[in-house]
């Protein structure tokens, strides 16, 4: 190599100048263009400095460090310094010194940076090679080196071994390639390729091979080639196997398989020239591979979403960001074709689906699918597969439908041209595709739109014959709902149109159908697939951030996100939502405006969510205390009213759910219900009404819409249609009703158990109200002819579906209304009669066909013997009439037009409002103003009708076979009490209905007893109410004591409404027969001192229930004072102590019972402030002092006082005809014992009129003391009085003994017959009767009459048909042996007490447990004014009777005692027995206190009587001696006999308590 010689001065100052001078040198060489020259210049310079390295005259690294600068000079630069190495590699190996070759070496390897090992490779010598590191072994290079040059040039190929040709396969390819558009044949075409084959010795595989390759590239030709393909080779196997090395030809990692060859595998196994199990196992990946793939994806999937459930630290998310990019680089690296996949394509594409079927069996579910291509592929196959049918049945009315190229191979499936075709491929097609038919929305709606068609078809083809194929067609199109068109509407990005295609089918489905679809799609479709998993949890969280965002002020935006949101997956999105609602009650009302975006799909699985929330069976529905609902159960219960009512939801499946549950005995889900009747047809349940709203209820529709509900109810007319649409449509109505009345009274049986009595009553309240409401929904929304067919009679309510019968009437009552008034407007149209009086008749006769029916139908709701007390058509009438015909709220109408017309005032002062908007609300509230007017004038005219009818018919409401009290007692128990507690407008129809029957003066109705007996005994009417039924049992009796104290408050109201009312009749006969002299009516003043009675009997049971401790006597009794407080109490002292233990509550529950505490407290308030209106006693009624004068005031309606007889109001209400029957009633049917004082009280009231309850001991000791000043001097005055009037009282009294010895002949003639007890009866009344007659003698006047009402009583008493009352409890014996044993008893337990307080109130003893005696004191005036009374009848009767009484009074205490005996041990062991009834009950005593006049003085004297019968007992007790000598002071008013005198001590107790209450 000709060399350049570098100057010595740039090596000597290589680092100063050289290498500069160097640099610029080789620059200049490679910048010369001279024809190559350049090139070995470069080289001869490069040379020159490596030598110097070489030579040891530069450094190594300086060297080096510009030789890699030089690389940049030319690309080929490492090659030109390749060949310098080469050659200083040649000449430094010949060199001895051995350094020079190591410098070589050095540099060598310090240029390796830069210098490309193969170039080294190709240059270097092998043992330089293997100095520098680049190869291992020189050895093994030289070897390998040796073996490629032998294959390369010396080794000889092996080819055309059989003497092949290759212008035998140039012909082949020529003619496999021409074309075959003209009259070419695979036949002819055959016959050129074997004689190719014969001619040049071709390979028949590789020929083959190569016609399969022809194929390949021209697979359009496919029935050509399959043809010759099938007359070449008939071999399966063979060609299996060829197609095999093809396909693993492209298994390489990144290798691609050609779609072509996919193809002719396809149509080779289409058409059977190959097997599909010969050919799988050529292609990759494995099934097992396929698996593992596929439950990786699952498992990624569920991670994914865990994720986005969980809450991620900020550390955590960065870690994962980082694992998430090393998945995605793995995932960059491709996997080979999945080659069955790409078959499978290939074969759907050709119309094969039974191979292609096979391969996706092979696979996981829907695995195939998932990959976009198979699944649009499969899309084309089903959309040809339905085309006719669709273009026949689904193609909406002028829709022209894409056009549809069918496939040409005519073993594609066969196109549906009938519904019953699709079951042939189409609908597993479909299932294959699952949730993937979301890749071809056009698909998805042609599959909905022949649902919709099939379902059409379905409907109104009715024939049997083909009843099970639609069966089967129908169950098809529901599993493809199920497993292809839900789960695809969730892959789908919110398609609305979509969601609103599908509700066109799934509205054609029963509601069940439906339900059972969205509950597969909410719980179990999501987890079948890693899209649908991941889809889930992506929802969910969207569904996080917008109702974290969620507020009043944006509900627009939130609404159209939830909208968007829901429309592929809404019951994830309103899972999530209805579990915040349960949490969170505040988001009810933005959630409800923000759903106004939903589809009608939507709403339609909000429902279905609804029902799934409500009735999940993880949820307590109670909260833990077990005493009230859960807060969740009343959110969603108020989210229900509300969503229902705002959108047009089914209601079907939430009315069928709560029926469902009410027949599983189960009433929490009322609650739903009740909201929704609440807010879709604005009927509210509320016992809290003001009386002004009351008063409104009381009206007609247009009323009550205005004035009866807390809020304007507006609006509701859609929603109420909705809701009756879905009663009538499925069959609800009824059944809701009859199951609520049931479960009503179930809820105590069947919940109650070991639930607190508060819930209890809190469901049982929640039942009834819903009832209440329900019914007022169904009588106002549903038309005359709807509720008349499907309400049934009474009778068959009551007695086949076992419904009360306060709720069977309140079912009834529209249906009886409703055909009163048909019935009246058809006997109108008949005659054209248009006076007043003509309309009423045809009115009353309307009521009569109407009502006739129903009379006859209650008969069989009672025994045969409750009609005895109460008429069949009294019943029928008190049970179908309600307020709106009794009375009409003229107040409340004028209430509301008032309002109305301050509203257009309003209006038109208003200068803001519009002028238009003006208009149309004057117009508005002028339209109301005129409804509510002609409503007022219609409802006078009803009630003016209606009362005509009641006039006309109430001579025959009540009977007079029975006494006036079973009567009552009839009425109280099956009308009044059921009813009152009913709902408040029927509580204030129960105290109207009374004071009307009042007013009507109907004959045998005993107004002061039906009273008398309400207010008296309320304690177990409260205690056994529930919390809403006392607030309107609590509003029943306010309207019974209004209607009292407007008749006390003022003597001119009492004379106008009350005197000469039979209602007003103080002497009642069983015979009907009415005394209509002045003396029989309750005057005002008595009148006066009866209602302070009733007030003083509510104070004590108020007390009472104050202080049994226990939470529901003390909740109702406070809520029932606080309802009656604006009419009680009125009299001061009462008012003092019920504010006493009122307060004593406030302190004791404060603590405890949080509620009883603050009702206490409210009470408290409320009653302080009503003090002022509070009167002392005297001037409530009017009190008298003892009497000082021989005519004390009292006596103005006495015996002797008028020369008539003696009826004042001394005299009992129903006379002792009725003692028995009272004494029965009282004891069954009436409240807890009263304290003994008390009934004393009572006693002293009802006999003087005189209620008073406190005395002081100085009025008591100045009683005892004029009683034995008195007593002394009646000892001495035997000669009876000769004034007229007493003259006129003896002639009196031999009148009726005559008629009372008839009377007892026949009792004696009817003994025989008679049971003993009654018997015993019987002679204890003729010896009182010989008891009057001897007291007269003494100077007591009797009236007979009374006793032989008595005598007439104890013949009915015989025939034993008296029944119980409200309990409906019968005495354990006969009833004159009870109260007689009664008496007795408590009588002996009460002598053993030496107080005189004890022994005067010893008489009504009966009343009270012995514990109380000491509670309340005697007013002892009362107790003065009795006996003054009794001097004044001494004085004027002592003669008359006495010397005939003394002798059959002998005789028949003699009887009386030694039978006494017999009686009384009988009586002790009965006596537990009986006391369980009598105990919680007013005793037959009581009975004589809850008249408002007492006991006349024939009943005083039977007391006297039966109270002598134990005297043999009682001495054996013991009777300690005050009562003795007290006893003996009064003997000698009745007998001065000296020889009784013993005996008559004996029965001290009874004779004082005679002495001081005659």
């Not at 014969?198 to 050509?224: A, H, K, M, W």
């Not at 009246?824 to 029916?853: F, I, S, W």
């Not at 409750?866 to 209430?895: C, E, G, I, N």
């Not at 209006?907 to 409002?913: D, G, L, S, W």
């Amino acid at each position: 190599m000709a060399t350049l010689i570098l100057p010595g001065e740039w090596i000597k100052n290589w680092e100063k100048s050289g290498k500069h001078e160097f640099v610029q040198l080789c620059k200049e060489l490679t910048e010369k263009r001279d024809h190559g020259s350049e090139i070995r210049d470069v080289q001869a310079a490069l040379y020159e400095l490596c030598w110097q390295v070489v030579q040891g005259n530069l450094k190594l690294d300086l060297v080096a460090s510009v030789l890699g600068d030089m690389m940049e000079l030319r690309d080929d630069m490492t090659s030109i310094l390749a060949d310098v190495f080469s050659i200083l590699d040649l000449e430094t190996v010949a060199l001895e010194e051995k350094n020079k070759r190591d410098h070589y070496t050095q540099l060598v390897g310090a240029c390796l940076f830069f210098l490309p090992e193969a170039i080294l490779k190709e240059r270097l010598d092998p043992e330089t090679l293997e100095s520098l590191g680049l190869i291992k072994q020189a050895n093994q290079f030289n070897q390998k080196i040796v073996k490629i040059k032998t294959k390369l040039f010396y080794k000889q190929q092996k080819f055309n071994l059989l003497r092949e040709e290759n212008e035998g396969y140039a012909k082949l390819i020529t003619e496999l390639g021409q074309d075959l558009s003209g009259n070419i044949t695979s036949h002819l075409v055959l016959e050129s390729i074997k004689s190719l084959i014969g001619c040049f010795n071709l390979d028949p595989n590789r020929v083959l091979d190569i016609i399969l390759e022809v194929y390949e590239s021209r697979s359009d030709q496919d029935e050509f080639f399959l043809s010759l393909i099938k007359s070449y080779m008939c071999e399966p196997l063979t060609l299996c196997h060829i197609l095999g090395f093809k396909f693993k030809f492209y298994q390489e990692p990144n290798g691609e398989t050609p779609k072509s060859l996919y193809h002719i595998a396809a149509a080779l196994l289409h058409h059977n020239l190959i097997e599909l199990e010969d050919l799988y196992v050529h292609l990759m990946p494995l099934d097992a591979t396929i698996v593992e793939e596929h439950k990786r994806d699952i498992s990624e999937a569920k991670q994914i979403a865990r994720k986005l459930v969980m809450v991620v630290l900020p550390s955590d998310k960065s870690e994962d960001k980082e694992k998430e990019k090393e998945k995605e680089e793995e995932k960059n690296e491709k996997p080979p074709d999945n080659q069955k996949l790409g078959l499978l394509e290939a074969l759907l594409r050709i119309g094969d689906w039974h191979h292609a079927q096979s391969i996706m069996d092979q696979m996981p579910f829907f695995y195939a699918t998932s990959h976009k291509a198979i699944a649009l592929a499969l899309c084309q196959l089903v959309h040809l597969t339905v085309e006719p049918l669709y273009k026949r049945a689904g193609l909406p009315k002028g829709a022209k439908g894409s056009v549809m190229h069918p496939l040409r191979n005519k073993r594609a499936p066969r196109p549906a041209e009938i519904f019953e075709d699709l079951r042939r491929d189409t609908f597993s097609m479909l299932g294959y595709l699952g949730p993937h038919l979301s890749h071809d929305p056009i698909l998805f709606a042609k599959i909905v739109r022949l649902g919709k068609a099939f379902m059409k078809e379905y409907q109104s083809d009715g024939r049997p014959d083909v009843k099970d194929k639609m069966e089967t067609l129908l169950s098809c199109f529901l599993s493809i709902a199920d497993q292809v068109l839900l789960p695809s509407l969730s892959l789908m990005e919110c398609n609305a149109c979509m969601s609103e295609e599908l509700w066109g089918l799934f509205k054609l489905f029963p509601y069940q159908h439906r339900y059972r679809l969205y509950g597969q799609w909410k719980n179990e479709t999501y987890s079948s697939h890693p899209l649908l998993v991941k889809v889930k949890a992506q929802t969910v969280e969207r569904a996080k951030y917008i109702m974290k965002r969620l507020t009043k002020e944006n509900v627009k935006q939130s609404g159209r996100q939830i909208g968007k949101l829901s429309h592929s997956n809404p019951t994830i999105l309103f899972d999530y939502m209805l579990s915040q609602i349960q949490w969170y009650d505040n988001l009810i009302v933005p959630v409800v405006d923000s759903l106004k975006y939903l589809t009608s799909l939507n709403y339609d699985v909000l429902a279905y969510c609804i029902i799934e929330a409500l009735a999940n069976p993880e949820k307590e529905k109670m909260k833990h205390d077990d005493t009230t609902i859960s807060s969740w159960l009343q959110s969603l219960a108020s989210l229900c009213g509300a969503v229902f009512r705002k959108y047009p939801i089914e209601l079907a499946g939430l009315l069928q759910y709560v029926t469902n549950q009410l027949k599983a005995g189960k009433s929490f889900d009322l609650l739903i219900l009740k909201e929704v009747v609440q807010k879709m047809a604005g009927i509210e349940i509320t016992d809290e009404m003001t009386s002004e709203q009351l008063e409104a209820m009381t009206g007609g529709e247009q009323l009550k819409a205005e004035g009866g509900y807390f809020g304007q109810i507006r609006n509701t007319k859609k929603s109420s249609q909705r809701l009756k649409d879905v009663l009538l449509d499925h069959e609800l109505a009824l059944p809701l009703c009859l199951l609520m009345a049931q479960q009503r009274n179930g809820v105590v049986f069947l919940e109650g158990g070991e639930k607190h009595l508060k819930l209890v009553g809190h469901l049982y309240d929640q039942c009834h109200d819903t009832l209440v409401q329900f019914g007022g929904f169904l009588a106002s929304n549903l038309s005359t002819e709807d509720y008349i067919k499907r309400v049934p009679s009474i009778d068959i309510l009551c007695n086949q579906f076992h419904t009360p019968h306060d709720a069977a009437f309140f079912l009834s009552r529209p249906m009886y209304a409703h055909q009163i008034l048909s019935k009246y407007d058809e006997l109108k149209k008949a005659e054209k009669g248009n006076r007043q009086q003509q309309k009423v008749h045809k009115y009353v006769a309307a009521c009569e066909q109407v009502m006739t029916p129903v009379h006859e139908a209650v008969m069989s709701l009672h025994p045969a013997r409750v009609w005895d007390d109460l008429r069949p058509q009294f019943y029928a009438t008190f049970w179908s009439l309600t307020m709106y015909d009794l009375a009409v709220p003229h107040a409340a109408y004028d209430r509301e037009v008032n309002k109305l017309k301050a509203q257009i005032k309003a209006i038109e002062e208003n200068p803001e409002i519009p002028l238009n908007k003006k208009k149309k609300e004057k117009e508005r509230c002028t339209a109301l103003q005129e409804k509510l007017q002609e409503e007022e004038k219609k409802q006078l005219e009803h009630v003016q009708r209606v009362l005509h009818r009641l006039k006309l018919e109430k001579d025959n409401w009540l009977l007079a076979k029975s006494t006036k009290n079973e009567t009552i007692t009839k009425f109280l128990q099956l009308c009044l009490f059921p009813r009152c507690i009913f709902s408040s407008i029927d509580a204030v129809y129960c105290a109207r209905f009374v004071e009307l029957v009042h007013q009507q003066k109907t004959p045998n109705f005993c107004t002061l007893l039906c009273y008398d007996r309400v207010f008296s005994a309320i304690i177990y009417t409260v205690a056994s109410c529930t919390e809403n039924e006392s607030h309107r049992y609590g509003r029943f009796l306010c309207c019974m004591l209004e209607t009292v104290t407007r008749w006390h408050s003022d003597r001119a109201v009492y004379e106008k409404e009350c005197v000469n009312y039979p209602g007003f009749l103080t002497i009642f006969r069983a015979t009907g027969f009415d005394g209509g002299n002045k003396a029989d009516q309750l005057d005002y003043e008595n009148f006066r001192h009866v209602v302070h009675k009733w007030h003083y009997m509510l104070t004590k049971a108020s007390v009472h229930c104050l202080e049994t401790g226990d939470y529901t006597h003390i909740r109702n009794i406070l809520i029932v004072l606080t309802k009656i407080l604006p009419c009680y109490p009125k009299v001061l002292n009462l008012g003092q102590a019920l504010e006493c233990r009122v307060h004593k509550i406030c302190l004791e529950e404060k603590d405890k019972r949080p509620d009883l505490y603050a009702l206490a407290m409210g009470y408290s308030g409320r009653l302080k402030s009503q003090k002022v209106h509070m009167v002392p006693e005297n001037e409530f009624h009017h009190k008298e002092q003892p009497a000082r004068s021989a005519t004390p005031a009292s006596q103005q309606n006495g015996p002797g006082s008028t020369g008539k007889p003696a009826t004042s109001t001394s005299k009992t209400e129903e006379g002792t005809s009725e003692d028995g029957d009272r004494g029965k009633d009282k004891s069954q049917g009436t409240t807890k014992p009263v304290n003994k004082a008390n009934s004393a009280a009572a006693k002293v009231t009802t006999s003087n009129g005189n209620g008073a309850l406190n005395s002081t001991k100085a009025t008591k000791e100045r009683d005892d003391k004029e009683k034995s000043g008195k007593e002394k001097k009646e000892k001495k005055e035997k000669t009876p009085g000769s004034t007229p009037e007493t003259k006129v009282e003896n002639r009196r009294e031999k009148q009726r003994d005559e008629r009372a010895g008839k009377e007892e002949r026949v009792a004696r003639e009817g003994k025989e017959k008679t049971p003993k007890a009654d018997r015993e009866k019987v002679k204890a009344e003729e010896k009182s009767s010989k008891d009057d007659k001897a007291k007269a003698g003494n100077g007591e006047p009797v009236e007979v009459s009374r006793e032989r009402d008595a005598i007439k009583e104890s013949k009915s008493k015989e025939k034993g048909d008296r029944s119980a009352v409200a309990g409906s409890l019968k005495s354990p014996v006969p009833r004159s042996e009870s109260a007689e044993s009664e008496r007795d008893h408590k009588r002996r337990k009460l002598d053993s007490h030496s107080s005189p307080s004890h022994s005067s109130s010893v008489k009504d003893n009966s009343n009270e447990p012995k514990e109380s005696t000491s509670k309340h004191h005697v007013n002892y005036n009362s107790v003065a004014r009795s006996k003054s009374r009794e001097r004044e009848m001494e004085k004027k009767d002592t003669d008359s009777t006495q010397g005939r009484s003394k002798e059959k009074k002998e005789e028949k205490d003699r009887k009386e005692r030694k039978r006494d005996h017999a009686v009384n041990d009988r009586e002790a062991s009965q006596e537990t027995k009986r006391k369980k009834d009598e105990n919680g009950t007013n005793s037959s005593k009581n009975s004589k206190s809850t008249s408002p006049t007492c006991d006349s003085p024939l009943s005083a004297e039977k007391e006297k009587s039966k109270r002598s019968k134990s005297s043999s007992k009682e001495k054996a007790e013991s009777v300690k001696p005050e009562r003795t000598s007290s006893g003996g002071k009064k003997e000698s008013r009745h007998d001065k006999e000296k020889s009784e005198k013993k005996e008559k001590r004996e029965s001290s107790g009874g004779k004082e308590e005679k002495k001081q209450y005659p």
